[in-house]
Structures are given as structure tokens and as C-alpha cells.
């Protein structure tokens, strides 16, 4: 019933830009913080950014930051991930997450996952 579903992914060249979308079911993420996180091949699981359930604080990775831009619309129950200025180095299987607590960094504090969406950056 409660859902997750990512969005968005695909292929884009080196310096473009990408919108990825996670819209939540089954649940109302008003009082979630809502996640982003990636996966390479071979790497574990990390935190690209995040928003918090009550003041919209947001964070972001070092290798995010002046990058990407996470938003939420909570009328749609949905979170965004803007991504410009892409390169290689940003591929890898991007997951939404959504956790009840105030705004958290480490995949363990999230409830809910989505099934992740692939984004892939040509050179």
C-alpha cells in the first residue's frame, strides 16, 4: 500500500541537466522528511540530499551542492530532484526515501524506498 515511485532517470550527456521526480502513495509525506540517494556498481548506498518535514531545511552532499535542487510539493505528494551541471561521476541508481523523523542523512533513518530510477551520464 505505501509506495514510493521514482522517476525521471535515463541518459544525458556531460553538463546537462535532469529532473527527477518520487511520488508518494499510500501515505501523506507532509510531516516526512523526503530523501534522494544513489548507488554505482560496486559502491554502497549514499546521501545526495534531502528536505525536512517541518521548515523545508535542506541539505545536500558536497558533491551536490551549487548542483542540484531538491524541492517537495506536498499538495502532490511528490519530491524533486533538479540536477544540472551532470557528469559521470553522477551516474548511479538514484533512490527516494522518505522518513518520519526531522531531517536525516544516513539511509538507515528511512522508513519508506522507492525502486530507484537510473541515470546514466555519457562523456
Known amino acids: 500500500d505505501v509506495q514510493l515511485q521514482a522517476s525521471g532517470g535515463g541518459l544525458v550527456q556531460a553538463g546537462g541537466s535532469l529532473r527527477l521526480s518520487c511520488a508518494a502513495s499510500g501515505f501523506t509525506v507532509d510531516d516526512y522528511t523526503l530523501g534522494w540517494f544513489r548507488q554505482a556498481p560496486g559502491k554502497g548506498r549514499e546521501g545526495v540530499s534531502c528536505?525536512?518535514?517541518?521548515?523545508?531545511?535542506?541539505y545536500y552532499a558536497d558533491s551536490a551542492k551549487g548542483r542540484f535542487i531538491i524541492s517537495r510539493d506536498n499538495a502532490k505528494n511528490t519530491v524533486y530532484l533538479r540536477m544540472n551541471s551532470l557528469n559521470a561521476e553522477d551516474t548511479a541508481v538514484y533512490y527516494c526515501?522518505?522518513?518520519?523523523?526531522?531531517?536525516?542523512?544516513?539511509?538507515?533513518?528511512?522508513?519508506?524506498w522507492g525502486q530507484g530510477t537510473l541515470v546514466t551520464v555519457s562523456s
Open positions: 528536505i525536512s518535514n517541518s521548515d523545508g531545511t535542506t
Open positions: 526515501a522518505a522518513t518520519p523523523a526531522s531531517i536525516a542523512t544516513s539511509p538507515r533513518h528511512y522508513k519508506y
